[in-house]
Every structure is written in structure tokens, then in C-alpha cells.
């Protein structure tokens, strides 16, 4: 992934916008026809580096970062909500160096939190100065910077993206073409820098990554790790089974541009949106704009539902699809209770078990929607 700085990135994108756009983006050569493209949407200039989605809500938040070290949140329809063009706190740039905000992620402990992967980038004396990484922390909501805490910098050094697991044990980045997966209690307030200690990684996938070109953003779908990248003209999507380290292609499509940040979320019609941006070294972009490509999958997987009581006025109901794996985002309704579920599937509906036969429902665009009748 290229890193640029603000004049260069803003004034690269206006040069290309002389350019009449390129013909509609097309899958590539090896596209193995998961994923059909729905929309694509023009996004802001600072939206550049990464997207992740709060869940839990009918309108999903999203969160961005860019151009270089700012965060953004903002409605499902793209509206500002709140936004900080300086997120890194100037004793942490200060004290690290760290001067970039690659592509983060929502992790629903502490109450909800933002996790930013920092790194340095000084391309006049050499790019990678400080030679570190760490994660930040702050609000998903307000943006206020909470912690950041550092990785072993003697496995990892510096920090492009992160992704926090469905179960949110684990917050997954990588190292070349290693895959890392650090404990997410282990990113906590009392290993926050520059005090606490350095976080090791839990486990390690050696050369999962080989021959990807490097990954760009991530998301979690269906149980397995999806990583955007490109080679060349072509921008590819690949599976990672975190078991196995096996990857797998998702999508390929033939552009010009730049790959960035991945994410599920309904947006536009579409369930996975990928960020492309209009640096290129070989003009015209296919969008002179920043854009988010919103695709739908092809075989729209079936969702699955079970739920158990919570209290006696509470209902837990997890969402899932395939082999038990959790869908987020998806609305679940029973009579007049509704909500979303959560990266891990789950969502707690305010409504006792119903004594007369009543139907559960859930729903999520790009999927087979899913009914239980309960009692069972």
C-alpha cells in the first residue's frame, strides 16, 4: 500500500479528476464469481485508509480513517456524524513518530472501542522511521483518543491494519507476509504506553500472506479473514483460513487505482464495501473519486437463528450462517422487540419468552432471511 502524504494524496486525486472516468470497474480474469458488484459510491477525500462499522444499531455508524491520521464517523448514508483530522495526540506523534492511521477496526469490549493501527511514514528520510507499531484506542463514537499500546516491535514493525475477531478474542494484522493475531486483553489500559509493556503476538501464520501483494484492509466473513490487495491492475479479495493459514480467492477486479479498507456492512445496496482510491501510476483512474465498491454475494448464504432467555424479560439470539459462523449487523425481530446483531452474532432482544406461539425473524441484504417459531 502506497503512503502519501495529504498535499501529495489531494493533489494526485484532483490531477486525475481532468480525466473522464474510466468504463465501469469489471471482474478480472481469475474473478471465481463470489461477489457481484452493486453500487459505487463517491466518498469524502478524507475517508482514505480503512472503514469499520459500530453494530448493534438499524443505521450502522461507520468509521473511517485518512487521509493520513484522521478518524471520522459517520451515518450508513454517508453523513458526518463527528470527526478529527488530527486523531494521534501530539505527545504520541511527539514520543513515536507515528504520523499514519491505516485501516482500523470496531471491537465491541470496553464499552465499544476504535482500534487504530499507528506507523510512521517520512518518506523524505526513508519512510519507516520509528520502526514500531502500535494500536490505538479511542471513542467510537466522540473519536477522543483513549490509549495506545505497543507491539513487539522485534515481529512487527508497523502497523497497517487491524481486525478484531468475531469471538473478539484476537485483533489480527500482519508482518510481511506473516499473519499476527494479538490477544485483544491484551490491548488494554494497563499495558498503555508509553508505560506499559510491549504486547507479543499470541499466534502467528508464516507466509499466509505470500504472494497476496500485501494487504490493504480486512474484514472477518463467515469465519474466515477477508484481505483486500492488488497486483498491479489487479485488485483481489482473498480468504484466510485462521486455522490453516489457506487463502483463498474471494474477487478480482481490473482497476486504476489504489486498494484500501474492507468492511461488512448494508451500505448502497451492497453487504462488503471496499474502499478504491485515484492514485495510480497509470492513468486515468478508473474512479477519479475516492469510492466505496459495494458487492453482494452471487449464492446469498441462508442465516440461521437460535435464541435462549436472558432474565426473566430478556432474550439472547444469535445470528449465524454455514457452520455456526456469526453474521453481523442483521436485524432480528420478535413481535415489537427488535435490534442488530453484533460482530459475534449476538444481540439481546427486551422481551420475555413468548408464551403463544410467536415468530422470530432475522434479516440482512445479501443473505436468505432466516424465522424460528418460539416456544419451540
Same mark, same amino acid.
Given at each position: 500500500?502506497?503512503?502519501? !502524504?495529504? *498535499?501529495? =494524496?489531494?493533489?494526485? %486525486?484532483?490531477?486525475?479528476?481532468?480525466? +473522464? /472516468?474510466?468504463?465501469? &470497474? $469489471?471482474? @478480472?480474469?481469475?474473478?471465481?464469481?463470489?461477489?457481484?458488484?452493486?453500487?459505487?459510491?463517491?466518498?469524502?477525500?478524507?475517508?482514505?485508509?480503512?472503514?469499520?462499522?459500530?453494530?448493534?444499531?438499524?443505521?450502522?455508524?461507520?468509521?473511517?480513517?485518512?487521509?493520513?491520521?484522521?478518524?471520522?464517523? !459517520?451515518? *450508513?448514508? =454517508?453523513?458526518?456524524? %463527528?470527526?478529527?483530522?488530527?486523531?494521534? +495526540? /501530539?505527545?504520541?506523534? &511527539? $514520543?513515536? @513518530?507515528?504520523?499514519?492511521?491505516?485501516?482500523?477496526?470496531?471491537?465491541?469490549?470496553?464499552?465499544?472501542?476504535?482500534?487504530?493501527?499507528?506507523?510512521?511514514?517520512?518518506?523524505?528520510?526513508?519512510?519507516?522511521?520509528?520502526?514500531?507499531?502500535?494500536?490505538?484506542?479511542?471513542?467510537?463514537?466522540?473519536?477522543?483518543?483513549?490509549?495506545?499500546?505497543?507491539?513487539?516491535?522485534?515481529?512487527?514493525?508497523? /502497523?497497517?491494519?487491524?481486525?478484531?475477531?468475531?469471538?473478539?478474542?484476537?485483533?489480527?494484522?500482519?508482518?510481511?507476509?506473516?499473519?499476527?493475531?494479538?490477544?485483544?486483553?491484551?490491548?488494554?489500559?494497563?499495558?498503555?504506553?508509553?508505560?506499559?509493556?510491549?504486547?507479543?503476538?499470541?499466534?502467528?501464520?508464516?507466509?499466509?500472506?505470500?504472494?497476496?501483494?500485501?494487504?490493504?484492509?480486512?474484514?472477518?466473513?463467515?469465519?474466515?479473514?477477508?484481505? /483486500?490487495?492488488?497486483?498491479?491492475?489487479?485488485?483481489?479479495?482473498?480468504?484466510?483460513?485462521?486455522?490453516?493459514?489457506?487463502?483463498?480467492?474471494?474477487?478480482?477486479?481490473?482497476?486504476?487505482?489504489?486498494?484500501?479498507?474492507?468492511?461488512?456492512?448494508?451500505?448502497?445496496?451492497?453487504?462488503?464495501?471496499?474502499?478504491?482510491?485515484?492514485?495510480?501510476?497509470?492513468?486515468?483512474?478508473?474512479?477519479?473519486?475516492?469510492?466505496?465498491?459495494?458487492?453482494?454475494?452471487?449464492?446469498?448464504?441462508?442465516?440461521?437463528?437460535?435464541?435462549?432467555?436472558?432474565?426473566?424479560?430478556?432474550?439472547?439470539?444469535?445470528?449465524?450462517?454455514?457452520?455456526?459462523?456469526?453474521?453481523?449487523?442483521?436485524?432480528?425481530?420478535?413481535?415489537?422487540?427488535?435490534?442488530?446483531?453484533?460482530?459475534?452474532?449476538?444481540?439481546?432482544?427486551?422481551?420475555?419468552?413468548?408464551?403463544?406461539?410467536?415468530?422470530?425473524?432475522?434479516?440482512?441484504?445479501?443473505?436468505?432471511?432466516?424465522?424460528?417459531?418460539?416456544?419451540?
Amino acid at each position: 500500500m502506497r503512503r502519501s !502524504t495529504i *498535499s501529495t =494524496l489531494i493533489t494526485a %486525486a484532483a490531477a486525475f479528476a481532468a480525466f +473522464p /472516468a474510466a468504463a465501469s &470497474a $469489471a471482474p @478480472g480474469p481469475s474473478d471465481p464469481g463470489i461477489w457481484r458488484l452493486k453500487a459505487a459510491t463517491t466518498i469524502s477525500f478524507t475517508y482514505w485508509q480503512g472503514i469499520t462499522s459500530v453494530t448493534g444499531y438499524a443505521d450502522p455508524p461507520l468509521l473511517f480513517t485518512g487521509v493520513a491520521q484522521g478518524a471520522y464517523r !459517520t451515518s *450508513s448514508k =454517508l453523513k458526518q456524524l %463527528a470527526g478529527n483530522d488530527g486523531e494521534i +495526540p /501530539a505527545p504520541v506523534k &511527539a $514520543a513515536e @513518530g507515528y504520523n499514519h492511521i491505516g485501516d482500523g477496526s470496531f471491537d465491541q469490549s470496553e464499552g465499544g472501542r476504535f482500534l487504530l493501527p499507528l506507523e510512521c511514514y517520512y518518506p523524505g528520510n526513508g519512510g519507516n522511521t520509528c520502526k514500531t507499531g502500535s494500536i490505538g484506542v479511542a471513542d467510537p463514537k466522540s473519536l477522543a483518543w483513549r490509549y495506545y499500546v505497543k507491539l513487539d516491535p522485534t515481529v512487527i514493525a508497523k /502497523a497497517m491494519w487491524v481486525e478484531v475477531s468475531p469471538d473478539g478474542k484476537f485483533a489480527w494484522t500482519s508482518s510481511g507476509a506473516d499473519l499476527l493475531a494479538f490477544r485483544s486483553a491484551d490491548i488494554s489500559a494497563k499495558n498503555a504506553s508509553p508505560s506499559g509493556a510491549v504486547i507479543k503476538p499470541a499466534r502467528t501464520l508464516k507466509g499466509a500472506l505470500s504472494g497476496l501483494g500485501g494487504v490493504t484492509g480486512s474484514v472477518f466473513w463467515r469465519g474466515k479473514l477477508l484481505v /483486500a490487495g492488488q497486483q498491479g491492475s489487479q485488485f483481489q479479495i482473498h480468504s484466510i483460513n485462521t486455522v490453516s493459514g489457506a487463502a483463498t480467492l474471494e474477487a478480482q477486479q481490473t482497476l486504476s487505482g489504489e486498494s484500501e479498507g474492507l468492511d461488512i456492512v448494508p451500505v448502497a445496496g451492497g453487504l462488503l464495501q471496499w474502499q478504491i482510491m485515484p492514485v495510480t501510476d497509470t492513468p486515468p483512474a478508473s474512479y477519479f473519486q475516492p469510492t466505496l465498491m459495494s458487492f453482494l454475494p452471487v449464492k446469498p448464504p441462508a442465516l440461521k437463528l437460535s435464541a435462549r432467555t436472558d432474565g426473566r424479560k430478556a432474550m439472547v439470539v444469535t445470528v449465524t450462517t454455514g457452520a455456526g459462523q456469526p453474521i453481523p449487523h442483521a436485524a432480528v425481530k420478535l413481535g415489537a422487540a427488535r435490534g442488530w446483531s453484533g460482530r459475534d452474532g449476538k444481540v439481546r432482544l427486551k422481551t420475555a419468552m413468548p408464551k403463544k406461539r410467536s415468530k422470530l425473524t432475522a434479516t440482512l441484504p445479501g443473505t436468505r432471511s432466516a424465522s424460528i417459531n418460539l416456544p419451540r
